[in-house]
């Protein structure tokens, strides 16, 4: 199958070809002719699916060829997206597609100045890509109006609910007009989304291009068991043993992302971060430097968890699991992109046993463990199964015998923890930096464990520890 034969215009043909797209992926097969044909779209696809050109191509073709130049303050296409990384990206695919094309397009986002947005909106935008706060506060202000919306796309819809988005969701159905095409796609199918599905789709096709909830069958994927406090070190050990030198690598909390930066440079590696607390330009700036590969390694919180478009990326790390089951789906789909393949390691603790679970009953596997000599665990990470059940209860660790020199350095619950506590025998020479991370250490010893969990944990199917 060819693009042309899906009955895409020439211009938009000619991109396609400089960009070096032969044939269309799955998603683009089955989506394209339906969103020309106007028609509303329900459609399961992971990013790394090619979903973008699916909705963006079809959209830029009905753009040129139907309706009205846009007026002042308003949009034809609106674009929602949960983050403003994935807004710049859909950003960039328009913009690449529509080449030569006389459209306007547009990002907006919160944490930056809304007065560049407004300015721009002035002449009206073609393609508005907009996270759902920033796109409300543009309309309470009269920058954008919502009367020319032709056709609104929620692009990873399942991500902007884990958000919190919903309210403005709502919001922003309730403004737009009754008469206008939908597309919604998502990677999981939550009873969230398709209730919010079905009150706002009319008659959609709905479109699958890999099972919902399943992991990237080309990556290779295993555990390591590891006590919390040993994570940083043993990450560290693996990173220098496996000659690991490029790889994208997710910490629960901000302060575990500065931490592990920290000691990444202090070993002479080249290191920046993404999370939320960073600006937006740098978070963009560090984007950028890591896919052009001046820096090879990449820190991040769930920020960088989606959508980001990241070529040959080789290794994902999870120094922690998310909180989220899905999230490790879409983290570890930053690798193995566009048929490639890819390898994603996870260290995971004893208290991660239930999202370690709810991950493996969400992509129907129990992974593969693999215990690093010299790094086992003393709490024992319960097995847990495909089911997303804890088999069995871990057993009571021993009680240690330690010198009194030794108990000095042992954990004190509610104490801040000193910078040398919690290292193992394998410690690597620690970073000032790196040593006093900006927040309360928890007891247990890890620099990653200061913030509590958001909502439910990972799924839910698995069974809490005692
Ligand atoms: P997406 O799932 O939209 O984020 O796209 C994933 C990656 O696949 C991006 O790097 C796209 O540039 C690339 N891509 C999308 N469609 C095609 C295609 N038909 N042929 C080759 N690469 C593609």
């Not at 963006?56 to 007026?71: F, K, M, N, T």
């Not at 907006?108 to 560049?116: E, F, H, L, Q």
């Not at 250490?441 to 958001?454: I, L």
Request: aromatic share 4%.
């Amino acid at each position: 199958m060819s693009f042309a034969s899906l009955g895409l215009l020439d211009p938009l043909l000619r991109n396609l070809q400089d960009l070096n797209y032969q044939t269309p992926t799955p998603v683009q097969a089955k989506a394209i002719p339906v969103v020309l044909s106007g028609k509303d779209v329900l459609a399961a696809a992971q990013t790394g699916t090619g979903k973008t050109a699916g909705f963006a191509l079809p959209l830029l073709q009905r753009l040129v060829q139907h309706g009205p130049a846009v007026s002042s303050n308003r949009a034809r296409v609106l674009v929602l997206v949960p983050t403003r990384e994935l807004a710049e990206q859909v950003l960039q695919s328009f913009i690449e597609y529509g080449k030569g094309l006389d459209l306007r397009f547009l990002a907006a986002y919160g944490g930056v100045s809304i007065n560049p947005q407004m300015m721009k909106l002035r002449k009206g935008v073609d393609v508005l890509v907009a996270t759902p706060g920033r796109l409300l506060d543009l309309n309470r202000q009269n920058a954008v109006q919502f009367d020319q919306v032709q056709t609104l796309v929620l692009d990873e819809a399942d991500r902007m609910l884990d958000l919190g988005f919903a309210r403005e969701l709502n919001a922003v159905f309730a403004a737009l007009p009754a008469e206008r095409q939908t597309l919604l796609f998502s990677a999981t199918f939550s009873d969230e989304i398709r209730a919010m599905a079905a009150r706002i789709l009319r008659s959609p096709v709905n479109i699958s291009v890999s099972p919902p909830n399943a992991a990237a069958s080309k990556i290779k994927q295993w555990v390591v068991p590891v006590d919390k406090r040993n994570k940083p070190d043993l990450f560290m050990h693996l990173v220098a043993a496996n000659h690991w030198e490029h790889a994208l690598v997710f910490v629960k909390t901000r302060n575990g992302v500065d931490y592990l930066a920290a000691m990444l440079e202090e070993a002479g590696y080249s290191v920046d971060t993404i999370h939320g607390d960073k600006p937006q330009p740098a978070r963009l700036r560090a984007l950028e430097r890591f896919k052009t590969g001046a820096v090879r390694m990449l820190v991040a919180t769930d920020v960088a968890a989606r959508g980001l478009d990241i070529d040959d990326l080789p290794l994902v790390i999870n120094v922690d699991l998310p909180i989220v089951a899905q999230d490790y789906v879409h983290r570890i789909g930053r690798t193995a992109r566009a048929g490639a393949s890819g390898v994603a390691v996870s260290l995971v603790c004893a208290d991660e046993a239930p999202q370690l679970a709810a991950i493996e009953a969400l992509i129907r596997q129990t992974l593969r463990r693999e215990e690093e000599p010299g790094f086992e665990a003393e709490h024992r990470v319960p097995e847990t199964s495909a089911t997303g059940e804890i088999i069995k209860k871990p057993k009571k660790p021993k009680k240690p015998k330690v010198s009194q020199a030794a108990v000095g350095a042992m954990p004190v619950p509610g104490k801040t923890r000193s910078p040398q506590d919690g290292k193992s025998k394998h410690k690597p020479a620690m970073p000032r930096a790196a040593a006093e991370p900006k927040g309360t250490r928890s007891a247990s010893g890890s620099p990653f464990s200061v913030q509590k969990p958001r909502g439910k944990p990972a799924g839910g199917r698995g069974k809490r520890q005692p």
